[in-house]
């Protein structure tokens, strides 16, 4: 989720609007021509901020799914031991999973709390992307046998989806061995196309996995 498309209709870069029938706040926005500067991203995630979030089941990423919601999830071992888990930790908190050669965090020194906004920046096909998205909710469980750490975050009005996906890593005490987890429910939009946005859902997801194991096996 977070890597097809948006920014401010008065750019001169735009080229296609993903809210042409709608003056909702925060909601006409745009694929680009070209990388927007930092100083445009700036703008653009403060325009974001006070906004509500996109979808009605805010929070609903904890257990699973409502009825009629397309599902992305891709899971795989990392490593084993708390050492390994410890490094899965800090890479999720450092945004590491979005070190994947065509997405970019804005910005990778954002906390990981309830409330927080960010962007992701993504290339595709020659065009450039932006979407905005609020953290939800974060996870820290410890039991006997499982330590879990994640959040979610949820769409906001720029955005090409709508819904949540959830970033997890956990600790299996049972067999030592440390997973990442991508879970994401989101309708895309018709204007962008939804076998595309599953497309680049699935690839995301796998270059998610392969930047986390990067990073933890470093």
């Not at 910005?107 to 932006?130: C, K, M, N, Q, Y």
């Not at 955005?159 to 970033?167: A, S, W």
Request: contains cysteine.
């Amino acid at each position: 989720m977070g890597v097809c498309s948006t920014l401010s209709c008065d750019s001169p870069d735009a080229i296609l609007s993903t809210h042409p029938a709608t003056d909702e706040p925060g909601s006409r926005n745009v694929i680009l021509l070209r990388k927007p500067p930092d100083a445009r991203i700036g703008r653009f995630l403060d325009d974001q901020r006070s906004l509500p979030f996109s979808y009605p089941e805010v929070g609903t990423s904890r257990e699973g799914a409502p009825p009629g919601y397309p599902l992305n999830q891709l899971r795989g071992r990392l490593g084993v031991g708390p050492e390994a888990f410890a490094r899965a930790v800090e890479a999720l908190r450092g945004w590491k999973m979005y070190e994947s050669g065509w997405t970019k965090l804005c910005w990778p020194d954002a906390p990981i709390r309830e409330g927080t906004v960010v962007g992701v920046l993504g290339s595709h096909f020659g065009l450039w992307s932006l979407n905005a998205c609020r953290i939800v909710y974060v996870i820290e469980e410890e039991a006997s046998l499982l330590r879990r750490y994640g959040f979610a975050f949820g769409t906001l009005p720029a955005h090409v989806e709508r819904g949540e996906e959830r970033f997890t890593v956990e600790w299996d005490r049972a067999d030592d061995s440390v997973f990442h987890e991508v879970f994401a429910l989101a309708h895309p939009l018709a204007i962008v196309g939804p076998p595309f946005v599953r497309l680049v859902q699935r690839r995301f997801a796998a270059a998610s996995l392969r930047a986390m194991a990067a990073a933890v096996n470093a």
